[in-house]
């Protein structure tokens, strides 16, 4: 039965080597993306939710797309937290998010047919922002505008994200302690800038019966999740905050403008969830072994269309919210090194070590010369299956040497290394 694959049993089975790893956690974690987003941070909150009290997503929106595996059944979350599988566990989607309602709903009823309803332990901040359909339209057109002007837009998702953030800054965003009330003049003002500043038709009609719709739903479901929070915070339990996207996509510390427009940061999913920058006991830094990208920007370690496309194939590289193949390529040390001191990293996560399985020799970016080209640093391959292995001891010794290696370079030691897709594919090393 499907419900019992998720039963509240700890993905981590209790070892010397797990607690000692749980323990150096505390009792505030932040899992936080290193690279250009899609690391794995889903199958990380999912597998760490299980010894967490409370899930937390912080920021964003519908861009994201985190994908995890459990039992072979894939199911992806755009805006509930990863670890909302755990029964029993509140989830709180925070202050920084803006949230497409209709994909919330979808997501929500997803989860019912699987046996799991989410919503009586689902709380939303009323200082979250709703994103509305004709946002979506907007951020096409804004991209369509770029690509026009500059040759090339940002690559968005077009979940209308950069729409949504814009709104806020501007302080015209409509939030959802907004949810039940009548929106119907506001938006029929809207409309009108809509057309004339960006040529976009907002159905109101479609509009506020999707309001409606949600409103049914979840009007219950939104609060004050400052208080809610703090309040778990004064009964002991401990909190695990999934971020999304990563911090070469931050809106201050990014590869801007080729970012997304929330702080994606660990800095920043305290700030949205309200939580003082002091609580975080832990913050796990989320990198891939390699390096991919989705959109537009520089890509200093970008890897050969040849080696991009095997790394790309194996990794199965193509985006969980646009469908997007990934640009790949190799690890750019001073990036994990700014990441790891823009956001206090204690510990790395380093996954999909399986997708280098059958490569000869791996690059790794260790800085730029004075042309601007980026410089490696070349590491034997191991050229062996390392899929599902869960001891460090078990993988071949240049994949050690491997892990290693980044460990010592970025200076913050290398706890959990992903071995495929899996809950159970993770290697807890101390
Ligand atoms: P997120 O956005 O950071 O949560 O990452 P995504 O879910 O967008 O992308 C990561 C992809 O890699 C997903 O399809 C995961 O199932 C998969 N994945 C995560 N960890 C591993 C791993 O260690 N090995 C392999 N082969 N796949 C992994
Ligand atoms: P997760 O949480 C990968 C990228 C987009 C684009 C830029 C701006 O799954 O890691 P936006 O729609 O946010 O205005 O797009 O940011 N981007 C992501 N890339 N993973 C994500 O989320 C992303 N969220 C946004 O591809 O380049
Ligand atoms: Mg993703």
């Not at 537009?296 to 193509?318: H, I, M, V």
Request: aromatic share 6%; net charge negative.
């Amino acid at each position: 039965m499907f419900k019992s694959i998720f039963a509240n049993n700890p993905p981590l089975c209790y070892n010397y080597a797990v607690q000692q790893f749980l323990s150096s956690l505390g009792r505030v974690c932040a899992i936080i993306g290193a690279q250009w987003g899609d690391e794995g941070k889903g199958k990380a909150t999912d597998i760490l939710a299980g010894h967490f009290d409370v899930i937390a997503r912080a920021c964003g929106g519908a861009n994201a797309g985190h994908t995890i595996v459990v039992k072979g059944r894939k199911h992806v979350f755009h805006l509930l937290p990863s670890g909302c599988l755990h029964e029993g566990k509140p989830v709180i989607l925070g202050a920084g998010m803006v949230i497409h309602l209709p994909t919330l709903l979808e997501e929500i009823a997803t989860l019912r047919e699987a046996g799991i309803d989410i919503l009586p332990r689902l709380h939303i901040s009323h200082e979250a922002h709703i994103i509305f359909n004709y946002y979506k339209a907007m951020d096409a057109a804004l991209e369509e505008r770029r690509s026009r002007a500059k040759g090339q837009g940002i690559g968005t998702t077009k979940r209308g994200i950069g729409p949504a953030y814009t709104e806020k800054a501007a302080r015209s965003g409509i939030r959802m302690e907004r949810l039940e009330d009548d929106l119907s003049q506001e938006l029929q003002q809207r409309a009108k800038d809509a057309q004339t500043l960006y040529g976009v038709t907002v159905e109101s009609a479609e509009e506020l019966a999707a309001l409606k719709e949600a409103a049914a739903l979840l009007a219950d479901r939104v609060s004050d999740t400052v208080d809610l929070i703090h309040r778990y915070r004064s009964e002991g339990k401990t909190i695990l905050v999934e971020g999304a996207q990563g911090v070469l996509l931050d809106i201050d510390h990014g590869s801007y403008p080729f970012v997304t427009s929330s702080s994606t940061s660990s800095a920043g999913a305290l700030q949205a969830l309200g939580l003082p920058p002091n609580a975080l006991t832990s913050c796990i830094g989320i990198a891939k072994a390699y390096c991919t990208r989705v959109g537009s920007g520089t890509f200093l370690t970008e890897a050969p269309e040849e080696d991009a496309q095997r790394l790309r194939d194996r990794g199965g590289e193509y985006g969980a919210t646009t469908g997007r193949p990934r640009r790949c390529g190799w690890l750019h040390l001073p990036d994990l090194c700014r990441g790891a001191l823009t956001n206090g990293f204690t510990h790395w996560n380093i996954t999909k070590l399986d997708v280098l399985d059958e490569e000869k020799e791996i690059p790794i970016g260790t800085g730029v010369d004075a042309q601007g080209k980026p410089v490696f640093d070349y590491l034997p391959g191991w050229q062996a299956s390392t899929i599902g292995i869960t001891s460090f001891e078990g993988l071949p010794e240049n994949a050690r040497q491997y892990i290693r290696y980044i460990g010592e370079q970025t200076g913050v030691p290398v706890a959990l290394i992903g071995t495929g897709p899996e809950r159970e594919h993770m290697i807890v090393k101390n």
